[in-house]
């Protein structure tokens, strides 16, 4: 049986509009993202990258950034709190991961990923199949 190459793993840098937030993430295989129809995920227009607790570090800007909590809570919606914009967070399906903002990264186009749909808003019913 011949096994399927692995894409080699790559790291990505990004932030926010005004440059104050500042990340690097390491994406395992292929670049795949997820659309969400959710209620705060479809008006942000949020493209979700999640990722290992590990393959993500910020590098700059932790005092500019603000949480969101709402609903159970769980997730923890980070902004920076001079331009608004929303790069990663902390989200309910992975709580010790993280979730990247494929908008906010840098030299890495939309395109370029593969994008999947989430129904967001059945979102008890569908988490299971986010991998």
Known sequence: MTETPRAPAETL???CHCLRVRFRVRIEGPRKALLCNCSI???KAFVHLIVEGNAFELLA??????HYRFNTGTADHLFCRVCGMHPFYRPRSHPEGWDVNVRCLDDAPLDTFRIETFDGRNWEANVGSIR
């Open 13 to 15: 840098e990004g932030g």
């Open 61 to 66: 800007g932790a005092e500019h950034l603000a």
């Open 41 to 43: 995920c479809d008006k």
